[in-house]
T-cell receptor, first 109, second 115 residues
Framework: GEDVEQSLFLSVREGDSSVINCTYTDSSSTYLYWYKQEPGAGLQLLTY?????DMKQDQRLTVLLNKKDKHLSLRIADTQTGDSAIYFC?????????FGKGTTLSVSS | DTEVTQTPKHLVMGMTNKKSLKCEQH?????MYWYKQKAKKPPELMFV???????INESVPSRFSPECPNSSLLNLHLHALQPEDSALYLC??????????????FGSGTQLSVL
């Protein structure tokens, strides 16, 4: 079946760049998403990319897609303490989304 | 208004109680979803409503009963739950039933504890 994998933890210092990685198994053309979840809250859609694109930039966020390696990354520039959250990579699968297990980003000042 | 509103935010119930979770959106979305999220786990799809009709039930136990009274409202009726049902229940909506690049808008969730 389809699978989405993420590393579980990332710790960075305030002002540094954060890079959160994700890999997926199915190579069919589709959209890939990044969601942010703060403690006790719902999921907030951060950005998305279609699988025929290599890169998408939106303010501090840069999404890179290596379709050959089925590797997706989210780069957060100038990481702030308010960026501390769990980040989920998600991929379309029919009528639903398949989520990775989430990467907990911890930002220290 | 780009919000999905869920009530209550927190709910504690006993195994013999009957309670309901509510979800509301006023974006004119025709697809609404219930997801269940255990602590430190990704969300798991439970139900999908398309044009107020149940289109997907991901083999959810009958102690969870969804209802879509109209296009803006989605309920989840709970009865005879078990402690392992304790989780964050997330509602989401999208313009159309999930199709390519149909963005999901999530509510903040109801944190449910079953004692």
């Amino acid at each position: 079946g389809e699978d989405v994998e993420q590393s579980l933890f990332l710790s960075v210092r305030e002002g540094d760049s954060s890079v959160i990685n994700c890999t997926y198994t199915d190579s069919s053309s589709t959209y890939l998403y990044w969601y942010k979840q703060e403690p006790g809250a719902g999921l907030q859609l951060l950005t998305y990319i279609f699988s025929n694109m290599d890169m998408k930039q939106d303010q501090r966020l840069t999404v890179l897609l290596n379709k050959k390696d089925k590797h997706l990354s989210l780069r957060i520039a100038d990481t702030q303490t308010g960026d501390s959250a769990i980040y989920f990579c998600a991929k379309e699968a029919g009528t639903a989304l398949i989520f990775g297990k989430g990467t907990t980003l911890s930002v220290s000042s | 208004d780009t919000e999905v509103t869920q009530t209550p935010k927190h709910l504690v119930m006993g195994m013999t109680n009957k309670k309901s979770l509510k979800c509301e959106q006023h974006m004119g979305h025709r697809a609404m979803y219930w997801y269940k999220q255990k602590a430190k786990k990704p969300p798991e799809l439970m139900f999908v409503y398309s044009y107020e009709k149940l289109s997907i039930n991901e083999s959810v136990p009958s102690r969870f009963s969804p209802e879509c009274p109209n296009s803006s409202l989605l309920n989840l009726h709970l009865h005879a739950l078990q402690p392992e049902d304790s989780a964050l229940y997330l509602c989401a909506s999208s313009q159309e039933p999930f199709r390519t690049n149909e963005k999901l808008f999530f509510g903040s969730g109801t944190q449910l504890s079953v004692l």
